[in-house]
C-alpha cells in the first residue's frame, strides 16, 4: 500500500498534466478561434459584393471595404449611422428602404430587391439588395449584401429603348417585319399587319407551309432555293415573288431575311422584313416603257436627221440627172433608139426621186402648204383611188365620224397616209379581207396622259386605219416605222411607207397608237390635233397650157452644174437668165440689171447667206422683184421646220423641165 506521500505526488503530477492539457487545448481552440476570424475578416474585407452589418433600427455597425467603395464613404464616417441620416437616399427610395426595415425589425430576411442610392460624390447607383437577421452573441443584427447593378439597369434600360424604337418603327412601317423559328417554322409577324393581303390578323398564315401555299406556282421553286441557300450555307434571303392575297389575286412582293444563330452555333430564327411592291413594280414597268418610248423617238429623231440629210444630197444629184436626160432627149431624133435608153434613166430617177421624198417625208423635212381641212370630206375625196389600190377581193368601208372637228394639214399629206396604209393593209390580206377607215373626236386630258404620255392635252381628230390581216408581234410592232424596216420579200417594198407615215404626223404634231396582234390584224390610229376655222375646197386646180416666155430671170444655186442645168432649161423656154452661183455675185447682179430682171429663182441652203436672206437683200433693191425658192429639204430654214410661211413659193428638187417652167410661169402670171 502507498504512502500518502506517494499519492499526493502522483495526484499532483496528474493534474499538472491534465493542467497542460487543458491549456494546449484551449489554446488550440482559441487559435482556431483567431484564425476563423481572421479568414472571416479576409472574406469579409475583400469579398467582391458590399457585406455590411446593421442593427434593427438600420445604423451601420460594421462594413467591408467593398460597402465603403460602393457609396465613397469611409467606414468611420457609416458607423451609427442609415441611409436616411447620411442623406443618400433618394425621396423616391423612401418607401422601400422603410419596408425593409420593418421586415428587419421582424427579423425576416429580404431580397432581392433594388434600390437607388446616390454617392458621396452625387453619382447615382442602382444596388441589389439581401438581407438576412443574426446574432452577435445575445445582440440581434442584420447582415446586408449589396451589388453595383447600375451596368446591368444601363443596358436594361438600353435594351427596353432599342425594343420601344423596333415597336414604335414596326407599328409605323407599312412592311411586314418577321422572325420564323427555325425548328418549327412559326412566325411572328409586327408592323402593318392587318389588310395585308386581305386577311385579317387572326387570319394571317403563321407557318411557313401556309406562306409557301400563297407563293404563285412558277415563283415557289426559285423562293425555296434561294431559302435552301440561307440555311446551308447562311446566304442572306433576297426574292421578289408573287403573293396570292385572301381573294385569289397576287401581289408583288419583295422578302428579304438573314438567318440568326444561337450561342452553341445552330440555327435558331430566320428574321426578315417583306414589302408589297406592286404599285413600284408598276412604276418601274411604265418607266422603263416611257424610257423604251423616249429610245425609240430619239433613235427615228436621228434617223430622220441622218434621211433628211441624205435626201438633200441625193435630190441635188437627181435634178441634175433629170434635167441633162430630158435636155439630151430633146437633141436627140425621136426615131433614135436612144430614146429608149435616156426614158430608162428618167423612170429610175423618177424612182429614186420618189424614195427621196419619201425620207423627206419621214424626216419631217417635206415642204407642206398646211390648210384648214374637213378629213371626212379628204377621204371620201380619195375613196375611189384607195379601191384601185386594194383590189376587188378586199372590202373597204368608210365609217364618218360625226360633227368630227377640223384639222389644218396639207391635203396632199392625208393622202400619202391613206396611200400608204391602205398598201400596208392589202399586203397583210394576201387572200383578201376586210378594210376599215373610219374618223372619230378625242379629248386628250390629264386622264389620259398615261396612255398618251408624247402628246399635249386638247381635242384630236382621230384617222383609223383598221385590217383583218395577218397582224404583228410585239418585236416587229416596235420597229415597224423604222426606215427601210420591212417584213415584206425583197423587192416587195422599200420599208419607208410607215415611216413617211410617221413622219408626217409628228410634222403636224399629231402621234399614233398601234395595236396588232398575230392572226387578228391590225389598227393604226392617227391622232391628228383639230384646228379652229372653215374648212377649204379640196378641188384639184388646173394647169393652163403655157405662154411664150420673155422675162428675165436671176438663178442662184452654189452647185455650178445645176446652175448651168437651170440656166439651160429656162433659156430653152425663151427666158432672158442671169446666173450666179453666190449670194454676194447675185446681189451685184441685181443692183445693175435691176429694171430686167422679174423673178429671182434661188436654192434655200447656201453658204455664208440662205435664200431667204438673199431675197430680203434683193427686196431692198428692187422691191416689187418675185421669188421661188427651190432646195433638195428644208431642214430648219424655213419656219417651223419645213413649213413654208403664207404666200411663199417653192419647187422640190429634184424636179423635170417641163415642172420647172409650169411653176416659174406660174408665179411670174400672179
Known amino acids: 500500500m502507498k504512502s500518502l506521500a506517494s499519492i499526493n505526488e502522483i495526484t499532483s503530477e496528474g493534474f499538472k498534466a491534465y493542467q497542460e492539457s487543458f491549456e494546449n487545448q484551449a489554446h488550440s481552440a482559441i487559435s482556431e478561434i483567431q484564425e476563423s476570424q481572421e479568414r472571416f475578416r479576409i472574406l469579409f474585407e475583400h469579398a467582391p459584393d458590399a457585406y455590411y452589418l446593421n442593427d434593427l433600427n438600420g445604423n451601420f455597425i460594421d462594413g467591408n471595404k467593398a460597402a465603403e467603395e460602393l457609396i465613397g464613404f469611409k467606414k468611420e464616417e457609416l458607423i451609427g449611422k442609415n441611409f436616411f441620416s447620411l442623406g443618400i437616399l433618394p425621396p423616391n427610395q423612401f418607401q422601400i428602404v422603410m419596408e425593409l426595415l420593418s421586415k428587419n425589425i421582424q427579423k425576416m430576411a429580404t431580397g432581392p430587391d433594388e434600390v437607388v442610392l446616390i454617392r458621396k460624390d452625387g453619382k447615382p447607383i442602382n444596388l441589389e439588395i439581401r438581407t438576412h437577421p443574426v446574432k452577435i452573441g445575445d445582440r440581434a443584427v442584420v447582415l446586408g449584401i449589396a451589388r453595383d447593378i447600375t451596368e446591368r439597369k444601363q443596358v436594361e434600360m438600353a435594351l427596353r429603348k432599342s425594343e420601344e424604337r423596333f415597336r414604335i418603327a414596326a407599328q409605323s412601317t407599312s412592311d411586314l417585319i418577321y422572325e420564323r423559328d427555325y425548328q418549327t417554322g412559326l412566325g411572328e409577324f409586327y408592323g402593318d399587319i392587318d389588310g395585308k393581303q386581305g386577311y385579317t390578323r387572326g387570319e394571317f398564315p403563321r407557318s411557313l407551309i401556309g406562306w409557301w401555299e400563297n407563293i404563285h406556282p412558277e415563283d415557289l421553286p426559285r423562293v425555296m432555293e434561294a431559302m435552301k441557300k440561307l440555311i446551308q450555307s447562311g446566304e442572306q434571303f433576297c426574292e421578289s415573288y408573287r403573293l396570292r392575297k385572301k381573294d385569289g389575286t397576287y401581289i408583288e412582293w419583295f422578302d428579304r431575311a438573314s438567318l440568326v444563330m444561337s450561342e452553341l452555333g445552330d440555327p435558331e430564327k430566320w428574321v426578315g422584313a417583306a414589302a408589297n411592291i406592286t404599285e413600284l413594280k408598276r412604276a418601274e414597268e411604265e418607266k422603263a416603257k416611257l424610257e423604251a418610248q423616249l429610245y425609240q423617238s430619239q433613235k427615228l429623231e436621228a434617223i430622220g436627221k441622218l434621211a433628211g440629210g441624205v435626201a438633200h444630197d441625193f435630190n441635188n444629184l437627181l435634178t441634175g440627172i433629170q434635167g441633162y436626160t430630158e435636155l439630151i432627149m430633146q437633141a436627140v431624133p425621136q426615131n433614135d433608139p436612144m430614146q429608149d435608153d435616156l426614158s430608162e434613166i428618167l423612170k429610175a430617177a423618177s424612182q429614186a426621186a420618189s424614195l427621196t421624198k419619201q425620207l423627206l417625208g419621214f424626216s419631217r423635212n417635206q415642204v407642206i402648204a398646211p390648210k384648214i381641212v374637213d378629213l371626212n370630206g379628204l377621204i371620201s375625196f380619195s375613196r375611189k383611188m384607195l379601191s384601185r389600190v386594194i383590189g376587188e377581193d378586199i372590202q373597204l368601208e368608210f365609217i364618218p365620224g360625226m360633227d368630227l372637228g377640223s384639222i ?24 383578201g379581207g376586210k378594210l376599215i377607215i373610219k374618223t372619230s373626236n378625242f379629248t386628250l386630258d390629264e386622264n389620259c396622259f398615261e396612255l398618251y404620255s408624247e402628246a399635249e392635252a386638247g381635242k384630236y381628230a382621230i384617222l383609223t386605219v383598221m385590217d383583218s390581216g395577218c397582224g404583228m408581234d410585239d418585236k416587229t410592232k416596235s420597229r415597224i416605222f423604222e426606215p427601210f424596216f420591212t417584213t415584206k420579200e425583197k ?14 404626223v409628228k410634222q403636224n404634231k399629231g402621234f399614233i397608237n398601234v395595236q396588232s396582234d398575230p392572226g387578228i390584224g391590225t389598227s393604226f390610229n392617227i391622232f391628228i390635233p383639230c384646228a379652229e376655222g372653215e374648212p377649204v375646197s379640196i378641188m384639184k386646180p388646173t394647169v393652163n397650157a403655157l405662154p411664150k416666155c420673155e422675162e428675165t430671170v436671176l438663178v442662184v444655186e452654189d452647185e455650178k452644174a445645176l446652175l448651168n442645168l437651170m440656166e439651160k432649161l429656162l433659156t430653152k423656154q425663151g427666158y432672158h437668165v442671169l446666173a450666179s452661183n453666190s ?19 434661188t436654192d434655200v441652203v447656201m453658204p455664208l447667206m440662205n435664200g431667204m436672206e438673199l431675197y430680203e437683200k434683193i427686196k431692198c433693191i428692187k422691191h416689187d422683184i418675185k421669188v421661188l425658192y427651190m432646195s433638195g429639204y428644208m431642214g430648219d430654214i424655213i419656219t417651223n421646220h419645213g413649213v413654208l410661211e403664207e404666200g411663199a413659193s417653192f419647187i422640190q428638187k429634184p424636179f423635170t423641165m417641163e415642172s420647172l417652167a409650169k411653176k416659174v410661169r406660174e408665179i411670174l402670171d400672179k
Open 408 to 431: 389644218k394639214v396639207d391635203p396632199n399629206q392625208i393622202d400619202q397616209i391613206l396611200i400608204n396604209l391602205t398598201v400596208n393593209a392589202r399586203d397583210a390580206m394576201p387572200n
Open 583 to 601: 449670194p454676194g455675185d447675185a446681189i451685184e447682179l441685181c443692183k445693175k440689171n435691176q429694171e430686167k430682171i422679174h423673178l429671182v429663182l
Open 491 to 504: 423587192g416587195k417594198g422599200t420599208g419607208l411607207g410607215l415611216s413617211t407615215v410617221y413622219g408626217i
